[in-house]
């Protein structure tokens, strides 16, 4: 694998999602080095606008056609939108992990669920671990 | 502990995403499954399959002998061509599928799938006993010494003008042009000794396989990725097969659903009528006109659907479970297409739907099920030609 990206204005899980700020709300994806270890994604489920999701809860699925991975929350809130361009291109977060390849925005429960995450430095150091 | 090819080094130089296969660490994609696709449908790709056996046979008998394991009719295998043939037990059921290549009068080469390879050694040399008494060597073992080679596969259009930069001479290069489907000759390429055949298991017609000492395929890998051809791995070339229609064993040839030749329409490499009695020739015969199952191609409707695998269902129009998937990969239009065992033939254009079984199974739906609970959508499907159009 090449060496993957980190943005450095979102935060981590262990599990490889990321959370940004967006004015008061947050968007969350999959890192770079998800979407390399899975490979060219084909499919992807989504929540509906509405759903109430926990931190650590399942929120969705992305499958490679050689795996498939469950996608958890980093944090507590609402979806407030879902990325439905991911239905039928899912490789969009093959391309740009980190851009049209989002897959959800939330209405935090709690903002400060967001400083409980890995920094982008923390989360890089576990990627090199892992890489190395 | 798994087996490394000798080129598990150059795989992990160029960023090989690693996995286990048949007992080997293989690479399963360098930078995107879909790219190496389509730069072997479109350009040349490069794939180390120097997991696979060569087995080599030798001897006055040697004809004989594989005329007796091997479905095939190998007696009619001329010196310089290959054939495809399946190793049956006693059963009639298949052991393996093979390609064997007439290198010499009295010589064979045959290549065997990864996973099989010590079994079909085994069964081979208990075969080998009495009147055939063939010289069979492993050309993997380094008691083969400098008759040891690896299989090397370079497919796609432009495998072939890629490969005469390689070529010693203007003979060699005539050849290889002169060089028919299945053909097999002897050369040295980029100064290395190697076997090259127009076989392969791509469903592409420009297509070679080399083989070479395995001490200098890490060189010859080498000068072909310098020549322009791009790294393939496993996974790429599962989807070109699939797309291809080309079996893979484990899934449409034995497995879990005991697959043989005449389910997936491959019963003309069987050859019934040939001069030489084989292993399993009655009881295939037998259990072939009781079977009516039969595979399939199919491609899914829409994109964005979840992909399906070895034994999710196939539904007719009632919900009816009619078949089984055995296979399903991303084609070159980037469609999922797959293959299907159904109860009986269907033709092309006809229309079922696949459930891609998830690893967890949802809550089934029951009455005043809540919002946001989920439940398994059939996705539509119709059949296609059994092989890729070109």
Not at chain 1, 87 to 112: F, H, K, M, S, V
Not at chain 2, 308 to 334: F, H, I, N, W, Y
């Amino acid at each position: 694998m090449s060496k993957s990206l980190v943005d450095a204005n979102a935060r981590y899980l262990k599990t490889h999602e990321w959370a940004r700020p967006a004015g008061e709300e947050f968007v969350i994806g999959i890192s770079d080095h998800a979407q390399q270890a899975m490979g060219d994604l084909v499919y992807v489920e989504l929540p509906r606008v509405g759903d109430k999701v926990a931190v650590g809860e399942r929120f969705g699925v992305v499958e490679s056609v050689k795996a498939a991975s469950d996608v958890y929350m980093p944090m507590a809130g609402e979806v407030v939108a879902v990325n439905t361009t991911l239905e039928t291109a899912p490789d969009g977060i093959n391309r740009e992990p980190y851009g049209e390849g989002w897959i959800i925005r939330i209405r935090p429960t709690l903002a400060a669920d967001f400083d409980a995450l890995l920094d982008a430095s923390t989360y890089q150091a576990l990627l090199d671990a892992e890489e190395a | 502990m798994l087996k490394q090819t000798a080129l598990h080094a150059a795989h992990k130089s160029l960023g090989g995403k690693m996995v286990p296969f048949g007992g080997w660490d293989m690479p399963v994609w360098y930078s995107s499954a879909r790219e190496e696709h389509l730069a072997v449908r479109t350009v040349v790709g490069l794939f180390d399959v120097s997991h696979m056996g060569v087995l080599d046979v030798r001897g006055p008998h040697a004809c004989a002998f594989l005329d007796h394991v091997a479905t095939n009719d190998v007696s009619r295998l001329a010196v310089g061509r290959s054939q495809y043939a399946y190793l049956l037990d006693d059963a009639g059921a298949v052991i393996d599928d093979i390609m064997i290549y007439r290198v010499a009068d009295e010589r064979y080469l045959v290549v065997v799938n990864a996973a099989n390879n010590d079994k079909d050694i085994e069964w081979l040399r208990a075969q080998n006993a009495g009147e055939f008494a063939c010289d069979l060597r492993d050309l993997r073992d380094p008691t083969a010494g400098a008759d040891m080679r690896v299989d090397l596969a370079l497919q796609g259009p432009a495998s072939q003008v890629l490969l005469e930069k390689l070529l010693p001479d203007a003979a060699a290069i005539a050849a290889l042009s002169a060089l028919p489907w299945a053909g097999i000759f002897e050369t040295t390429l980029a100064g290395h000794t190697a076997f090259v055949s127009r076989t392969g298991y791509t469903g592409e017609r420009i297509a070679y396989e080399l083989f070479v000492h395995p001490d200098e395929s890490v060189a010859l890998w080498h000068a072909l990725l310098d020549a322009g051809a791009r790294p393939c791995g496993l996974a790429a070339r599962d989807s070109l097969r699939t797309e291809a229609g080309l079996p893979l064993y484990g899934h449409e040839l034995a497995g879990p659903l005991a697959l043989a030749p005449f389910h997936i329409g491959f019963d003309n490499f069987v050859k019934q009528q040939k001069p030489a009695d084989f292993i399993g020739k009655a009881t295939y015969a037998a259990y072939a006109a009781a079977a009516k199952s039969r595979l399939v191609r199919f491609r899914m409707n829409e994109k964005g659907v979840r992909p399906s695998k070895l034994g999710d269902p196939v539904l007719d129009r009632r919900g009816r479970v009619v078949g089984t998937v055995t296979s399903c990969a991303q084609d070159t239009a980037g469609f999922l297409t797959g293959l299907a065992l159904l109860e009986s033939a269907a033709e092309p254009g006809t229309g079922f739907a696949v459930v891609a079984l998830p690893e967890r199974m949802p809550d089934l739906l029951k009455p005043f099920a809540p919002f946001g609970s989920r439940a398994l959508v059939p996705d539509a499907m119709t059949v296609v030609g059994r092989w890729r159009k070109e």
